[in-house]
């Protein structure tokens, strides 16, 4: 197909937005790693992980899914062990309102995680998952690459040095 000169997958709109989606799909991780940089990875990882909120409701709104009741008891408890896990509690029982290190990144993330999850149905319907996935982790991964400081950068070079000597036996 390629030596003939198409392209298996015609330009659309939607190829467009799947670009965008593979480039946005960056942010998410990049505020989760500022998150766990940040603050306990036992408080930020949950509450960035919770985008399953975020995507039911959106799922609700733009794709009319329906939730029986059984369904909509347990996302409650979900928003309050989120709710609960981003609170300082001590904090919290003097009546101050103080959130754990982290908390605000975790939430940024959860946040774009759960409107990419909702947004990804669209491609994923339309090429399938495995094109799909491509496109995603291509796009993610030349996104970091572009906004990589030279610092970061340094920092790859350190870690890859280690890594391969510990792959090698050294």
Same mark, same amino acid.
């Given at each position: 197909?390629?030596?003939?000169?198409?392209?298996?997958?015609?330009?659309?709109?939607?190829?467009?937005?799947?670009?965008?989606?593979?480039?946005?799909?960056?942010?998410?991780?990049?505020?989760?790693?500022?998150?766990?940089?940040?603050?306990?990875?036992?408080?930020?990882?949950?509450?960035?992980? &919770? %985008?399953?909120? =975020?995507?039911?409701?959106?799922?609700?709104?733009? #794709?009319?899914?329906?939730?029986?009741?059984?369904? $909509? *008891?347990?996302?409650?408890?979900?928003?309050?062990?989120?709710?609960?896990?981003?609170?300082?509690?001590?904090?919290?029982?003097?009546?101050?309102?103080?959130?754990?290190?982290?908390?605000?990144?975790?939430?940024?993330?959860?946040?774009?995680?759960?409107?990419?999850?909702?947004?990804?149905?669209?491609?994923?319907?339309?090429?399938?998952?495995?094109? &799909? %996935?491509?496109? =995603?982790?291509?796009?993610?991964?030349?996104?970091? #690459?572009?906004?990589?400081?030279?610092?970061?950068? $340094? *920092?790859?070079?350190?870690?890859?040095?280690?890594?391969?000597?510990?792959?090698?036996?050294?």
């Amino acid at each position: 197909v390629l030596a003939s000169g198409s392209f298996p997958i015609q330009f659309s709109w939607l190829l467009l937005f799947t670009i965008v989606l593979s480039i946005a799909g960056f942010f998410p991780f990049y505020f989760y790693l500022s998150a766990v940089k940040k603050g306990h990875l036992s408080v930020v990882a949950p509450i960035a992980k &919770s %985008a399953v909120i =975020i995507t039911v409701l959106l799922s609700l709104l733009f #794709l009319n899914e329906r939730l029986n009741t059984a369904q $909509a *008891v347990l996302i409650c408890f979900v928003i309050l062990g989120v709710m609960l896990l981003s609170m300082n509690l001590r904090a919290l029982m003097a009546m101050r309102l103080k959130m754990h290190d982290g908390v605000l990144p975790a939430l940024a993330a959860s946040l774009m995680w759960g409107i990419m999850y909702v947004a990804w149905k669209f491609p994923v319907t339309a090429y399938g998952p495995w094109f &799909s %996935a491509f496109m =995603i982790e291509t796009g993610v991964v030349a996104t970091a #690459l572009v906004l990589m400081r030279k610092e970061d950068i $340094a *920092v790859l070079r350190t870690i890859d040095g280690k890594l391969f000597g510990i792959i090698l036996g050294g």
